[in-house]
């Protein structure tokens, strides 16, 4: 009988895509970053703003912040309501989209997120160790992992599953660009001068995308910021690739109705990222570019959102044909 | 061995497991057997289990926390200790609130109609003008089959002497058959082996039943179903979710709802608007239309009502229908029963004293510290008073209420509820309940096998509704024949 995905739903899986997405990635962030620090000789004060930068969110933190200590950046980005991109919120967002998608996700999949919503309120509460918060952040993504095995494997692979999906990929084909973006941010400045940490922020940037392995046994030059931009921007076999999640979204809004405008619009995007030579940009020109994809991704959500979510009633509704199989 | 039922004391109730001389009544011995040889570890296990199986699945009711802080989610309050109804008692039970379900939907249709009722003096006719719930834009309609209240959960109660009472009707938007249905579920993970010791009647044909009735208010084949919810913030929301998942019908807020020039019902798709045939709408009667009711509504659809005067939709329950859902009418429905089909109830009410009629006022104002007052329009246990457990200052506001607007008060004895054991700590402890099993209406009549217990926490509490302090328990119909 449910043969009809009303708009709402849609955009509730649209919006389930993009938080556990997002919930994943700010996990994936910390945990890298962490990582990266040990790293790092002492006298290199990079510290924790880079991922205050990358989420966007540098003008909130410093309102509500004094100092870009690792206790306040990871309580903002993990447990701090007030953050509303950090992890807690994005859990909790998913899970609030999760359970009106009862029924249409499979019982397991909303389980996990559910449970992944209570872990990370209960375990990863303050005060929390580094080991602890390591461990409970993999926890995270292990549980975002599962359920999109779960409504990978498990779920009717309908409208409700393209829009999941093209959620989950304009998220992060945005995350993407923003990790790029701060890779060619000024805080390595200190970092790339001492030969040993030369592009030190590339295998990280690498890493957060679990993409080093893949970077490692597909691209055949050392690690810098040509090769690693271009893999990232353009590799279309690399799931977090740009290049790969913008054809997902395309082949995803392929099986929609009325996708005239909405393919046309990712169609573009796709063209102006084969097109574009990134190797040959650096400073300015990447930054204006990066910005530029970020503001493509954006029109791309609009036309999405003013197609499916948002659209006026028409003036003479008219009978339906209902779809069948 | 922790429960041990040589020291469970069933104080002067009727308990539902258990005699007053500790003995398991006819049918419940498997079950005391099975629970009296589980050890404290066991116990603690399965009950363990249970809110496991209850937090894993989400199953989980919203409390308001007051203005400004919102709502929180709680996890569904659960006894793993069932409830058992003998099949035969169930039986009777069943005709008994068909028959009263029956007369109830002819009463609501008769009043929005000729109103012979009123005319043949049955019900005074100042009841029906003066009722909250009597909605002046229904009259004339005619919902297919003459029927209004297509689901209705009837809370029943079980007396000191043993015998069920029916308490309340609830016509208007009635919940709680989904916790029904979870709370089988649960069971069924938590306690394998007591299926085995017993024919248990499912459950779980209630949602395909509940789409036959709905399916049976139009004629259009393969009809468009829409389950109408005021949204995630709801305390019922669960349920809307989950009796629309449960019915392949699709969950709808008002939102998502739209009525055209041509005066049908459309949802708003993926693909544009689709019509839809019917809708099963939570949301309270006043709610449903800003253009007709409560024009400042934001969870209705402008409209609907258009639509189903003009036919074009049905709408179950249909508006209206609360006008039969009100405690002074209440106190009339043995009369109703036998105006309508030249029966004799089989089902007894609670005997009950309306305020409005001089004598039996003034008995209730002299016996106020005995007796249950209730509003005639109030639900969920709110703005009652409970006489012996009251102050001398909550009774005097009570008189002053009655004695300014008589109409709106009846009361009731204080009924012994009956309790069954319930699980504290690891043993077995008295705690008083009901029962609410839910009618479907349509082109026939359904009754759910048994139906939602609620059982009151708090020792010596008769308070069972959930945002109160309420459990829930599963209820067996089971079979020995």
Not at chain 2, 111 to 128: K, N
Not at chain 2, 130 to 151: L, N, T
Not at chain 2, 304 to 333: E, Q, S
Not at chain 2, 408 to 420: D, E, I, K, V
Request: net charge neutral.
């Amino acid at each position: 009988m449910t043969a009809h995905t009303l708009s709402s739903t849609a955009e509730r899986s649209y919006w389930l895509g993009r938080y556990l997405e997002r919930a994943e990635t700010s996990a994936r962030l910390v945990s890298v970053h962490a990582n990266l620090l040990i790293d790092l000789p002492r006298r290199m004060p990079l510290g924790w703003r880079p991922l205050v930068a990358i989420t966007g969110s540098a003008e909130l933190y410093d309102s509500l912040f004094d100092d870009t200590s690792e206790r306040n950046v990871c309580r903002f980005l993990i447990n701090d309501v007030r953050n509303s991109g950090s992890l807690i919120n994005s859990l909790s967002w998913a899970r609030e989209n999760a359970r009106t998608l009862r029924g249409i996700i499979p019982r397991p999949a909303f389980e996990f997120v559910n449970e992944a919503y209570l872990f990370a309120r209960e375990k990863l509460a303050e005060p929390l160790s580094r080991t602890r918060r390591v461990s409970g952040l993999t926890t995270i993504t292990e549980f975002v992992q599962q359920v999109d095995g779960y409504m990978s494997a498990n779920m009717l692979h309908d409208a409700h599953w393209n829009f999941l999906r093209i959620g989950q990929f304009i998220e992060r084909a945005d995350m993407t660009t923003r990790l790029i973006d701060v890779g060619t941010g000024t805080f390595w400045a200190s970092a790339v001068e001492l030969e040993p940490f030369a592009d030190i922020q590339w295998r990280s940037v690498l890493r957060s995308l679990y993409a080093l392995q893949s970077y490692n046994t597909s691209v055949a030059e050392p690690i810098s910021q040509g090769p690693v931009i271009e893999f990232l921007m353009k590799d279309a076999r690399l799931p977090r690739s740009l290049a790969y999640g913008l054809n997902s979204v395309r082949n995803n809004l392929r099986s929609l109705p009325r996708n005239d405008k909405p393919l046309a619009v990712v169609n573009r995007i796709r063209r102006e990222v084969a097109h574009s030579n990134v190797r040959q940009m650096n400073g300015e020109t990447l930054s204006a570019y990066l910005d530029q994809c970020q503001v493509r991704l954006n029109q791309l959500h609009d036309q999405i959102r003013r197609t499916y979510f948002d659209f006026r009633p028409r003036r003479r509704p008219v009978r339906k044909t209902r779809r069948t199989g | 061995m922790s429960i041990d039922w040589s020291d469970y004391r069933t104080e002067g109730f009727w308990d539902e497991l258990i005699t007053p001389k500790g003995r398991a009544r006819t049918g419940a011995g498997n079950l005391c057997r099975v629970l009296g040889a589980l050890s404290d570890e066991e116990i603690a296990d399965r009950k363990t289990a249970a809110e496991l199986a209850i937090r894993a699945m989400g199953i989980t009711f919203t409390v308001y926390t007051g203005e400004g802080s919102g709502s929180i989610d709680r996890e569904w309050p659960f006894d793993i200790i069932p409830r058992l109804i003998m099949k035969r008692e169930w039986d009777a039970v069943t005709a008994g609130l068909k028959q009263r379900v029956d007369a109830l939907n002819r009463f609501i249709d008769d009043v929005y109609h000729d109103a012979r009722i009123l005319e043949d003096g049955v019900v005074p006719a100042e009841y029906i003008e003066k009722s909250r719930e009597f909605r002046r834009e229904c009259v004339g309609i005619d919902p297919p089959h003459g029927v209004w209240a297509h689901v209705c959960g009837t809370d029943l109660v079980r007396d000191a002497d043993g015998k069920i009472y029916v308490l309340e009707d609830n016509l208007r938007v009635p919940s709680g058959v989904s916790y029904m249905l979870e709370n089988r579920e649960v069971m069924k993970r938590v306690f394998p082996e007591l299926f085995e010791e017993y024919v248990i009647y499912p459950v779980d044909d209630y949602p395909d039943q509940l789409a036959r009735c709905l399916r049976s208010l139009t004629d259009r084949k393969s009809p468009q179903i829409a389950v109408l919810t005021p949204g995630i913030y709801n305390s019922a929301y669960f349920e809307h979710a989950y009796l629309a998942n449960a019915m392949s019908a699709q969950l709808v807020q008002g939102s998502d709802l739209v009525v055209g020039r041509d005066d049908r019902v459309y949802m708003r798709t993926i693909e544009g608007l689709i019509p839809v045939d019917v809708v099963y709408r939570r949301i309270d009667d006043l709610f449903i239309d800003p253009e007709v009711f409560s024009a400042d509504s934001l969870l209705g659809v402008p409209g609907l009502m258009r639509a189903w005067r003009a036919g074009n939709v049905a709408l179950a329950n249909a508006p209206g229908c609360g006008v039969a859902d009100d405690k002074v009418i209440y106190t009339y429905v043995p009369d109703i029963i036998r105006y309508y089909l030249n029966e004799e109830p089989l089902l007894p009410n609670v005997p009950s004293y309306r305020c409005v009629d001089k004598a039996q006022r003034d008995y209730v104002l002299d016996n106020l510290d005995k007796l249950v007052v209730k509003p005639a329009n109030e639900s969920g246990g709110y703005g009652m008073l409970i006489g012996p457990k009251s102050t001398r200052q909550e009774r005097d506001k009570f008189a002053r209420q009655i004695l300014a607007n008589p109409r709106n008060y009846m009361a009731q004895p204080m009924l012994l509820l009956s309790t069954a054991p319930t699980l504290v700590d690891s043993h077995a402890e008295p705690r008083h309940l009901d029962l609410r099993p839910f009618i479907l209406s349509g082109r026939g009549t359904y009754v759910t096998t048994g139906g939602l217990t609620r059982v009151a926490l708090r020792k010596g509490s008769t308070v069972v509704n959930s945002s109160q302090g309420g459990g829930s328990k599963d209820t067996w119909v089971v079979d020995l024949e």
